[in-house]
Every structure is written in structure tokens, then in C-alpha cells.
């Protein structure tokens, strides 16, 4: 699956797109919705720890700079610079359910008109997260918002 967000200033949205091999869906995104979601996401992913992998990964010693960065060395969802465009079609995105657990996040994304669900590795997650915050950050959504440390490096 290709994730693309593109940040469309005339709208003041995120135009966030999923394509698997055999459709594309398409949402928008609200700067309340993004940050809410970036805010609880983070918060969520700090209280939920990886499991216990005795050697490797311990409750003892967990540093999410430490997480996040050893996630991003894989490939993961990463934005596009698409130029700026307007008419494009999507669903206005009006609630996403969130579930965090040790190795996974489940997303279900709601509309009006549709539904759709994903489901991340803790992996994926991380690659997700930082191309919202890096999105949002450069289209200046972020400079009265707290954020964790860890995110930005």
C-alpha cells in the first residue's frame, strides 16, 4: 500500500491518499482532526511499551528517541512534495478510532460516506507519525502545538 498526504494551503487541509492494488481512497484532513489524532497517537505510543524482548527491548530501559529513530531506518509511508492542487476528490475524514497495542495500531477512519480501517506494525506506525508531523510542521501547523521531543529531531 502507497500513503501520500499533501498539504493543499488554499483548502487549509491535508489531502491524505491510500492506494493498494486495487483502489485508491482518498480523505481530507482537518488541522483539528491531524493534530488531535498526532497528539493522542504520540501519547498513546509512550504509555503502550514494546514487549519485552529480554537482550534487546526492556521496560527497564525504553527511550522512544531510541524507538522512533530505529523505525525510521526502514522504509516506511513517506509524503510526497506534490505541488499545491485544488479539485481534488476525497471524503471529509469526521472520526478516527484509534488502538495502540505493543506491536501493532489499528486506524479506522470514518466519513460520512465510508469507512475504512488499517492496521500498522508499531514499525509502520512510527514511518505514519513522522510523515504527519513533518507534513504538518511544513505547512505551519505546528508552532503553538506541543509535541514530544522525540519527534522532532
Known amino acids: 500500500m502507497e500513503i501520500d498526504l499533501t498539504f493543499v494551503d488554499i483548502e487549509d487541509r491535508m489531502h491524505l491518499t491510500f492506494t493498494s492494488e486495487l483502489k485508491a481512497n482518498s480523505w481530507w484532513l482537518s488541522r483539528r482532526l491531524l493534530l488531535r489524532l498526532l497528539n493522542v497517537w504520540t501519547e498513546k505510543l509512550e504509555q503502550i511499551a514494546l514487549p519485552d524482548i529480554p537482550g ?6 525504553r527511550n522512544m528517541a531510541d524507538e522512533h529513530n530505529l523505525a525510521l531506518e526502514f522504509d516506511g509511508p513517506q509524503p510526497k512534495n506534490s505541488p499545491t492542487r485544488s479539485g481534488l ?3 471529509l475524514l469526521t472520526a478516527i478510532d484509534l488502538t495502540v497495542s505493543s506491536i501493532q495500531t ?6 460520512a460516506n465510508k469507512e475504512m480501517t488499517l492496521s500498522l506494525s508499531r514499525r509502520e506506525t512510527h514511518a505514519f507519525i513522522e510523515m504527519l508531523f513533518l507534513k504538518s510542521k511544513s505547512a505551519g501547523w505546528l508552532k503553538s502545538v506541543k509535541y514530544p521531543i522525540w519527534l522532532d529531531k
Open 56 to 61: 534487546i527491548f526492556d521496560h527497564t530501559h
Open 89 to 91: 476528490q476525497g471524503e
Open 106 to 111: 489499528r486506524l479506522t477512519l470514518r466519513g
